[in-house]
Every structure is written in C-alpha cells, then in structure tokens.
C-alpha cells in the first residue's frame, strides 16, 4: 500500500528563496506548455501537441535559460508538464462525457504551489544527512533544508514533493509499505450516516457533534477579505506590505479551518476504526447533492428560482461543503485499509424513512428533519439513528453477498 508522509520544512532564508524561485520557474514552464498546446491548436493544421513532444523539448529549454530553467532538476520539470497533461486528460474526458469541460487555465505565482519529484535520489534526496542529529531533505538548486520528522516513515520512498502553504515550506512524501500488521478484532459492527446538523449518527445510538469550524470563523474572515478588498488588484511583486500582509491574513484563517476540519475528520474516523472491525456508510454523490438550484420559473420572474428557494439551497451546498464529507470518507476509508478493517459504502436511497422492525416504507416516516416515526407500526427513533440502522443492514447484506 501507498502511504503519504507530510513534514515541515524549516529553510533558511537564501533557501526559501530558492524554493520562491524554484515554484516560480517551474510555473512559468507550465504556462509555457500550456501556450504551445493552445497556439498549435489554433493554427489552421489544428495540431495537437502532446506530453513526449514537450518533454524532447527540456533539453533545448535548459541549455537555453541555464540561469533558471537550467538549474533545476529534469525530472521535476518532467513531472510539471505530466502534471499539464494529466490537466487536458481530464478536459477532454468531461468534453465526450458532456459534462462542463473548464478549458486548462494559466497559474498565476501564487497560485502554483507545488513541485514534485518523482523519484527519491533524482534530483532529490529524503533524509541526505542520516547521520546527523537533525532529519534534512537536499532539493537540486535548494541544497539541505532542515525538516521537522515528527513521526518515523516507514517503507520505500517513492515520490518526493516541495509544497508551499502560506508562508510555510512542507516535504510531502509517499512511501511504498508492505501490508500493515491488522488490529486486533473488536467483534462489533457500525453503521454511520452523515448528516450536517450533526456531523454523523452511529446505528449504537450516538453522534458526532458538527464543530462548524468555517461557521465559527466567519466573522473574521469576512472582516479579513474586506480589508484585502480595500486594495486594487496587483500581481504579488507590485503588492505593497500592507496589501501582502492582508493577503497572508485571508490565507492563514482559511488554512486555520482546513486543518481544523482535516484534524476533526482523523480523530473521528480513528476512534471508529479501532471500535468497530466492520463499517458501512451510504455512498453519497456530494458533488450533485452541493450542486446549485437549477432555474425556476417564479411569479413575475420568468426562468428565474425563487430567492428564497436558491438562498435555501445555497445555504445547505455551504453546510455540505464545510462538513468535508468527501475528506472525511477518504481518510476513514485510509486508516480502515491500514487497520485491516472493512469498509462498505451503500446505496443511501430511503435509508431514514425505512421502518428498522417492520420495513414500511413511506416518505410520512419522517415527519421532520431529526423526527423518524412509522406510520405503519409507530415505532419511533431519531431520524439520523435510523438512517444509521438501515445503512449497517445494507452493508452486512452486501459484506455476505460478496465475501472478501
């Protein structure tokens, strides 16, 4: 299995600014790839100019800018312009899919964070100084930059990248491992369905209370974004130290609620999986159930929605989106693979207006949000607890119907 180890870097200052300009060279390649693509597709032969063209193209490239170009690793920049290639792969896959293609854009400076070396001694070197007191990682052009290891990586490197949050530097590595040794069994069985009111409902009865980190943190981010408002577009070099500081404000309070969410789903979907040896949870389509309303006609507005029934909507794509479903399901599914434990995702369809002991099913089971009380035989439970129940009796049909 692939395992993903991140650090944080602490370079000097001459290092961070080879780091700065190690990004900014390796955008500008990018953006470079990208205007031959369109340029050559724009011409009247309507050519298509694809990754091994490009990739010929480096030595040229580098003998040309030695300053720059030149300086860094081949392999990285090899890895820069797979990475533009994997970007119109997927263009042209939404294009036959009929879904909304977002033709590859340009990366602005700062928005162009990352540099990946695809192997670990080209270019590259994960902990270059063994024998010394402190962990160091070496980069071409960079040289040795102190890492903070605070855990021990385990297996093969395989893949070595410098990423920029902020003004932080990180090494992100990912490590070939061989199969972990499994927890031992708990004998005990759990169904989860997520909710945002509450963060999840377990089949047992319990919940996971929604911290609402984005919600908690609205009010500073909104006077933060209305001070970086207060100043004119500018590309980063022209900014003033006031507008940068602004800038580093609005980012560091978005990157406070990422990493508050991030911990919140790793601490929840640890404590399932050292309780529970088999977990089943509904496969939900995020991305459709946070897509916007579509248009309504509405009384006196032709082909428009409602305000009230868009501002609902918007409202709950918001929640949806700050609950970090997604994250969440991607780290439990993770840490359940390195625990030896099954996880099994199932069709969420009536889930929470199923009656558990008699199986009526009728929309009027649920007659409010959290209320769940059956029509047929009067059982009553939390909604959430009983979407839960459902979801676990799915997933055990399914783990019996297709046996590992």
């Known amino acids: 299995m692939i395992r993903a180890y991140k650090f944080l870097m602490r370079p000097t200052v001459g290092q961070q600014q080879a780091l700065a300009e190690m990004l900014r060279d390796h955008c500008s390649l990018y953006n470079g790839a990208l205007q031959e693509r369109r340029d050559a597709y724009r011409h009247v032969s309507k050519t298509s100019v694809k990754y091994g063209t490009q990739s010929a193209q480096l030595k040229d490239i580098r003998a040309f800018d030695p300053q720059c170009q030149g300086r860094w690793s081949f392999s990285s920049q090899q890895a820069t312009l797979r990475r533009l290639d994997r970007v119109f792969a997927a263009f042209f896959r939404r294009v036959k899919s009929g879904g909304t293609p977002g033709y590859p854009r340009f990366r602005g400076a700062g928005r162009f964070d990352t540099v990946e070396f695809p192997k670990d001694g080209d270019g590259c070197r994960w902990d270059s100084a063994a024998h010394g007191p402190v962990t160091r990682a070496r980069f071409q052009g960079v040289g040795h930059v102190k890492v903070n290891r605070h855990r021990p990586v385990a297996g093969r490197i395989k893949t070595v990248s410098v990423k920029r949050e902020g003004r932080k530097w990180f090494v992100v590595l990912t490590a070939e491992q061989e199969k972990p040794e499994p927890l031992p069994a708990a004998g005990s069985a759990v169904g989860i369905d997520l909710g945002v009111a509450n963060f999840l409902a377990d089949s047992n009865g319990g919940f996971v209370p929604n911290p609402c980190h984005g919600r908690a943190a609205a009010a500073r981010l909104e006077a933060a974004q209305q001070a970086l408002s207060r100043f004119p577009r500018r590309k980063a070099e022209d900014r003033s130290a006031n507008h940068r500081r602004a800038v580093e404000k609005v980012a560091g309070l978005h990157g406070k609620v990422r990493r508050q969410r991030l911990d919140h789903a790793h601490k929840t979907a640890l404590e399932l999986v050292r309780a529970h040896d088999f977990i089943a949870h509904e496969d939900l389509k995020i991305r459709s159930m946070s897509r916007a309303v579509a248009p309504k006609p509405g009384p006196g507005r032709p082909g428009v929605s409602p305000p009230d029934s868009a501002a609902a909507k918007s409202g709950l794509n918001r929640s949806i989106m700050e609950a970090g479903w997604g994250v969440f399901l991607t780290i439990l599914t993770g840490k359940a693979e390195s625990a030896g434990r099954a996880v099994i995702a199932v069709d969420p369809r009536n889930t929470s207006r199923q ?37 676990l009796r799915a997933g055990l049909v399914r783990r019996e119907a297709n046996p590992a």
Do not use: Q, S, Y
């Open 355 to 391: 009656c558990p002991p008699c199986g009526h099913t009728a929309a009027e089971n649920r007659p409010t949000r959290e209320r769940f009380h059956c029509v047929a035989c009067g059982h009553t439970a939390h909604a959430d607890t009983v979407a839960a129940v459902n979801v």
